[in-house]
């Protein structure tokens, strides 16, 4: 599911930190996703292709921003089922199905607690939804180093 999304991770004084490459990354100063112990939080996340473009479906967009995020997740040595939080940004409530069937094709089994809301616009304007994710690895994954 990961495979075309480029992760480079970097460590700065005990934490973990992942890039995604994102043009946003630098202008606002943040990481994709940043993990501390054994906990993992993946920023808001759109579902941009890597060459910039966005899909014209909600949930074409999702699939990649969740692609996304399991990537960043895995590359901090995570894994989807680590998942136990979701929070789903939309600019249209009315297409809240499209979003959650692509939720729900990744988290059907894990079932993370998680939230939809609309907002009236996302970072471009071609972006129909944004996913942040929050996940908390078992004792055994914990280790940094």
């Known amino acids: 599911m990961t495979k075309s999304v480029k992760v480079t ?18 202008v606002i100063g943040y990481s994709r996703a940043v993990r501390v112990g054994g906990t993992i939080h993946v920023t808001g996340t759109v579902g941009v292709e890597a060459d910039g473009t966005f899909a014209p479906t909600m949930k074409g967009q999702a699939k990649r921003a969740l692609e996304i995020i399991i990537a960043a997740i895995e590359a901090l040595g995570g894994s989807v089922s680590d998942v136990v939080r979701t ?17 729900g094709e990744v988290f059907a089994h894990i079932r993370p607690a998680t939230t939809i809301v609309q907002v009236a616009r996302l970072i471009d304007d071609a972006a129909l939804v ?15 180093l």
């Open 9 to 26: 991770v970097t460590e700065r004084d005990g934490r973990l930190y992942a890039s995604t490459g994102s043009s946003w990354e630098p």
């Open 87 to 103: 929070r789903i940004y939309v600019t249209d409530i009315s297409k809240w199905e499209e979003v959650g069937q692509a939720h």
């Open 130 to 144: 944004e996913i942040e994710a929050d996940a908390h690895l078992s004792p055994e994954e914990s280790p940094l």
